[in-house]
C-alpha cells in the first residue's frame, strides 16, 4: 500500500552544499523531516553539480519519511552562466547588460524540456528567450523559425 502524503517542500538549494541552516533547516523542520538525513542524500546525489542551484521539490510522508526529486537549474541561472554575468539589469526594458545567441537559447531549452509546461522545441525557446528579456539580457539574430 502507497503512503500517505502529508505535504510537499519546494526549495533552491546549491548542489553538494546543503546544511541544516536556513532555508533548509526551517523548511523541513516545521514538516517533521530528518534534516541531516536530507542534507546528506542531497549532498552525496548532486556531488556532479556542486555549486549550481538546483531546485528540489520534496514529498513528505505521514510517518515522517520522504522522498526527493532534483530539477534542473533555472533558466535564470543558465542565461546568467552563458552570458557569463552576475546578475541581470535593474531595469531590464531600458537597461540591456548582455547578449545570448540563439544557439545558447537553444541548449538551455532542450536542458529545462523536462521541467517546462510545452511540448515543442520552439516553445521551450520562447519561454527561455522571454525570461532572458525580462533579465535585460538580448538574443542576438533571428529566431530560427522566422528564417
Known amino acids: 500500500m502507497?503512503?500517505?502524503?502529508?505535504?510537499?517542500?519546494?526549495?533552491?538549494?546549491?548542489?553538494?552544499q546543503a546544511n541544516p541552516?536556513?532555508?533548509?533547516?526551517?523548511?523541513?523542520?516545521s514538516k517533521g523531516v530528518n534534516i541531516m538525513e536530507f542534507c546528506k542524500q542531497y549532498n552525496a546525489r548532486t556531488q556532479d553539480k556542486i555549486?549550481?542551484?538546483?531546485?528540489?521539490?520534496?514529498?513528505?510522508?505521514?510517518?515522517?519519511?520522504?522522498?526527493?526529486?532534483?530539477?534542473t537549474p533555472p533558466a535564470a541561472v543558465q542565461l546568467l552562466e552563458a552570458s557569463k554575468l552576475q546578475s541581470g539589469s535593474k531595469?531590464?526594458?531600458?537597461?540591456?547588460?548582455g547578449k545570448v545567441n540563439w544557439s545558447q537559447v537553444e541548449a538551455i531549452a532542450q536542458d529545462k524540456m523536462s521541467d517546462l509546461n510545452c511540448?515543442?522545441?520552439?516553445?521551450?525557446?520562447?519561454?527561455?528567450?522571454g525570461t532572458a528579456r525580462s533579465m535585460g539580457i538580448l538574443v542576438d539574430g533571428n529566431a530560427p523559425w522566422e528564417n
Do not use: C, W
Not at 555549486?51 to 530539477?71: A, C, E, M
Open 2 to 16: 502507497a503512503k500517505e502524503i502529508s505535504g510537499y517542500v519546494k526549495l533552491q538549494v546549491k548542489g553538494g
Open 21 to 29: 541552516a536556513p532555508p533548509v533547516g526551517p523548511a523541513l523542520g
Open 51 to 71: 555549486g549550481k542551484v538546483l531546485p528540489v521539490l520534496i514529498t513528505v510522508y505521514t510517518d515522517k519519511s520522504f522522498d526527493f526529486v532534483i530539477k
Open 91 to 97: 531595469e531590464p526594458n531600458r537597461n540591456k547588460v
Open 119 to 129: 511540448f515543442t522545441l520552439h516553445s521551450a525557446m520562447k519561454m527561455v528567450a
